[in-house]
Nanobody, 124 residues
């Protein structure tokens, strides 16, 4: 069974950093576009960042540009989301997802395989 597993979430103070990891089981991540999404209580799931297969270009939500960085480590079959200068409004459950088309358009319905999520809480 193909599976994505997120890790690295936790509680951090405003201005702090976290690195989320997305590891794949039974498939090779470098063959897929990978996206990070988040969902806060009472809100819709929103795209945070993606990296595609076609030309390895990346996309970021305006709210995280300059603070978050997505990257791949193909040797570890893992995609990361480095999150710096975290703000309380970044608090959410963060999910990684794989897009079999490879394009990684940052919309939830463009992605086909989802992880279970990891909680990120930014609070003083």
């Amino acid at each position: 069974q193909v599976q994505l597993v997120e890790s690295g979430g936790g509680l951090v103070r405003p201005g702090g950093s976290l690195r989320l990891s997305c590891a794949a089981s039974r498939f090779i991540l470098e063959n897929y576009a990978i996206g990070w999404f988040r969902q806060a209580p009472g809100k819709e799931r929103e795209g945070v960042s993606s990296i595609n297969v076609v030309d390895s270009s990346t996309e970021y939500a305006d709210s995280v540009k300059g603070r978050f960085t997505i990257s791949r480590d193909n040797a570890k079959n893992t995609v990361y989301l480095q999150m710096n200068d975290l703000k309380p409004e970044d608090t959410a459950v963060y999910y990684c997802a794989a897009d079999v088309t490879g394009w990684g358009i940052l919309q939830p319905n463009e992605f086909h395989i989802w992880g279970q999520g990891t909680q990120v809480t930014v609070s003083s």
